[in-house]
């Protein structure tokens, strides 16, 4: 037994020299205290995958055995692996290490003394190890001799925590944690530090025994002063790790920069261009620094480079000097005029470590506002020259007395200048400087009188070497009142007749020191526009007294209420526009008027609500009675004449006129108007006062018959029908004649009478009388013949007629005008073409249709009895032909008048009273085109086109524009196929 072991033993350290694959066992080590065998291993090479056996022999026997299975080695590692090995001997035992891979077996012994061994029955106490590696810290190394840090290394405190021993691998990264400034493009930019500011290091293997504390050093190199974040990675062999950051870590310059002053500085305002930097060095050897000195302006976070200097020194060790004071002179006249404060940034540098220092200064003056003061109230000329007065308000901030050039520059680009001694702020908080006789042109001004003063205000300080120059844009808004240069004084005249020149008299007060050249004239209201004219005056005007003006007048209508007096001079801001109240009336008035003659006593429901009173009669003339009054005592030349219109204020027909003189202040007149339809409307009467026709009076009047009768008749009867009715409160008493037999009859209101007659078969005419019992009329018999069988085509203009006399409320569309023009102009009385039908129809006269045939069978007579002679008799061929072509033109004509005419256009005036020179508006409605149908006719019977626009079905909108040489009057709108009036308007003669 004994020799197997001992052959064993050789063939083991046979193996000892050996290596697979490159591994190394390079030695054991037992610790009893923890009973853990640690296997020291080397594995330059790729991964093994192996089983360990590990054997220990006392005495040439195994005392104990642990093996490890699968175990991976990696590779390129330097390791320890270890295993709990329990001992049954005290004494010397000699341990094998057996490592078997796929490839290779590995031995290694090494004896190792036991004192003391243990128990396998009894549990072994094992510490428990929460951390096996911990980072305690990091320093930087100083010296005894020179305290300040150097910055090529940092400590690094590790300690093992674990009852083995470890191979540790260290790693350091530190980063700048702070402001960053790098010079690019003329600029200092502050930005996040570059990676190249980031320090990296890193320390392998580092072999730290059992429950033990290591310091290893990292080298480092810093090249930019400030505080750092630090963060170190420790990892043993065995994975486990630790990681600590320590923030602020301190990097430091051996040049200190500590303050920047200004020569002659209160605080942090300036007042010279020159700089003193003030820095120490803080190491106890001599250093070689560059420092680079700039003057910025800020701008957000960056600062824009105006002026640079640049200063290489050698600084002394802090030993052999007090500090240093470095004089530095920059171009402060290159700071933004507007900027109020500037900054002076300093980088530097010593060996490798680069710092920076910047501190803020303000300008020595501030400018606080501008005010403009002393300028007038009000302006009255658009040439004047307005002055005013700036006022700059200024602050020295230094605490001495200092001389500052103000300057101010107006909108006209006029720059004003003052060199001034500014008192110190401890003295005086700010100092104002006045600049006088500054001007504005007043055509610059707004309407309202405003404008937007624009000022540049500029302090340079000193005033001629322009070390600090400061700006500041002040907007001051000045507001003047455009006054006009002349107003108008005193009221004007009480009283004004219509229709006569008079004088608006006031006075004009000038209230500038120099000539003005006025216009006065006088506008209106919209409402009297067209019926009110003045005169215009142009004056000059040199004295500043009052000076009368009078205007003269004329108003056509009636009016109380403002007019409007306008004073416009010649280049003045504003024209004076005075208001005053006008009370403009006719000079007659109508105090009563009442009809008499050919009335008929009517109750007119819609008007008075049961008022009855004399009305006039259809078809006869009816006097009017006026009671006229003169507010002038003897007034002569008074035009007076009545019209009548309708509800629509369409003119039916009027009186003569009459030209009379009131001697004192009253007289009567008397005035006759016929109407020959029913109407219900207005009796105006208007009066012609010096230039202007006014209304004078009005009232409602109901034109009617006073009974209506139709007879009703079939030829192949024997008996016909007479039907009565009126439209009075009470009943009528009558008496009807038709033909040869009388009847006394009694009408009811408003309810038809049906009573027959006998009149035999086959009549062709019947007549009809009605005598009235009752008073209600002047006019008591009535007579009317009824024709049937050939005349029966003419039915409906009877029926038509009757009806019309039936109706109180019969449309106004079917009301026309006579074509008796002289009504209104003096020239007798004609028959209306209705009267002459309804004449020819009860006396049984030819009508004018029958007439037409008669003549045209005549001229067909005439026409073929002269074809036979001109066959006979050649030569007077050429003088028939023409005679022939006129025959059959007229021919034509007659045929186209045999054809039934439509209904005649309605016609609406938008107004009744024109003057020459007006363009007359009308609006039409017709079933076919009255293209060629309507005409104007003017008191000189001339005829006029009128122009239309068709704005509708059946539509039309009219015009016509009255010539300025006609004659005043009424003027009829004429239907041409029926030579009908159909409507009208006056035209009066006004002289403005």
Known sequence: MEFKYIILLIFVAGLATSTVGGLEIKDIEYYENSQNLVITLNNPNSDINANISIIGYMDNKIDTKVEIFNYTIPKNSLLFVR?????????????????????????????????????????????????????????????????????????????????????????????????????????????????????????????????????????????????????????????????????????????????????????????????????????????????????????????????????????????????????????????????????????????????????SFKKPVKINGLEVKDYPENYHFIDETIFYDSYVNITNNLDEYIKVNVSIVDIYNKTYSKEVKLAPKKYKNYTIVKFDGLKINAKDLSHDGKIKLRFTITAITPPYEKYYITKKNEIVEVSLIPTPPVYVQNTLNDEVFVGYYQNLSFTL?????????????????????????????????????????????????EYNGPIYIHVDTDMGVRECVATRIVEAKPIISCEDLYLNNYTVLIKIRNRTEGLTMNEPIVGYPVNVTLSLKSYVPN???????????????????????????????????????????????????????????????????????????????????????????????????????????????????????????????????????IELSNSVSPIKKFEKTFYFGKLEKNKDYMEKDDKINKSKEKSTHNVSLPPDIGTCVGEGTRTSKNESELSHKVTGIISLKDLIYILVILICSIFIGLVVISLIYKPTHLKITPIFNKLKLKKKYEKEKHVKALEPPKVYMFDIIYSFGDVVKMEIFSEGDVDDTLYVLSPTNKKYKIELEKVGKNKYIGSFKIPENEAPGQYFIVYKPENLAISGFLVVDIKK
């Open 635 to 769: 007034l002569k030349d008074i035009e007076i004449w009545a019209s009548a219109m309708d509800e629509n204020r369409r003119l039916i027909n009027c009186s003569e006129k009459k030209r009379i003189n009131i001697y004192g202040n009253h007289r009567k007149i008397n005035l006759e108007i016929l109407l020959n339809d029913s109407l219900e409307g207005y009796l105006i009467i208007y009066a012609k006062t010096g230039e202007a026709i006014i209304p004078l009076y009005y009232r409602p009047i109901m034109v009617t018959y006073p009974i209506t009768f139709e007879l009703n008749y079939n030829p192949s009867n024997a008996w016909a029908n007479l039907t009565l009715s009126h439209n009075y409160q009470v009943p009528l008493k009558v008496v009807a004649t038709v033909d040869k037999y009388s009847k006394e009859i009694t009408i009811y209101p408003y309810k038809d009478v049906v009573v027959p007659f006998y009149v035999g078969k086959d009549r062709k005419n019947v007549s009809v009388t």
């Open 83 to 359: 295993k709990r090995m329990v001992f049954n001997e005290k004494g010397e035992h000699t341990v094998y290490v057996i490592i078997k891979s796929n490839n290779a077996t590995y031995s290694f012994f090494k004896k190792i003394d036991i004192s003391y061994a243990y128990d396998n029955r009894i549990p072994i106490y094992e510490e428990e190890v929460k951390k096996n590696i911990n980072i305690e810290g990091l320093y930087f190394d100083k010296n005894s001799v020179y305290p300040f840090p150097f910055y090529d290394f940092i400590y690094v405190i590790v300690k093992n925590n674990d009852v083995i021993p470890h191979y540790v691998n260290v790693s350091l990264t530190a980063s700048l944690d702070g402001e960053y400034y790098a010079t690019e493009d003329g600029k200092i930019i502050k930005s996040n530090p570059p990676n190249t500011l980031v320090v990296k290091s890193w320390n392998p293997s580092i072999y730290i025994s059992p429950k033990s504390t290591k310091i290893i050093p990292m080298k480092v190199n810093f090249n930019y002063a400030g505080n750092y974040k630090i963060t170190v990675n420790a990892v043993d062999d065995e994975g486990h790790r630790d990681e600590e950051t320590y923030d602020k870590i301190l990097v430091e310059c051996p040049l200190y920069i500590y303050n920047i002053t200004c020569e002659c500085e209160y605080g942090n305002y300036t007042y010279s261009n020159w700089f003193d930097i003030e820095i120490n060095n803080t190491v106890d050897y001599d250093v070689y620094g560059t420092l680079n000195v700039f003057l910025c302006e800020k701008k957000d976070d960056n600062y824009i480079i105006l002026d640079n200097k640049t200063i290489n020194k050698y600084f002394l060790a802090k030993g052999f000097n007090g500090g240093y004071s470095i004089p530095v002179k920059l171009n402060t006249s290159a700071l933004n005029p507007y900027d109020e404060d500037f900054v002076v940034f300093v980088a530097y540098n010593t060996g490798t470590i680069r710092n920076v220092y910047k501190k």
């Open 509 to 557: 007060k000038k209230v500038v020191g120099r000539t003005v050249y006025a216009r006065v004239y006088v506008t209106v209201p919209d409402e009297i526009n067209d019926s009110a004219f003045f005169e215009e005056k142009y004056l000059k005007i040199g004295t500043m007294e009052e000076i009368p003006v009078n205007i003269k007048a004329l108003f056509l209508k």
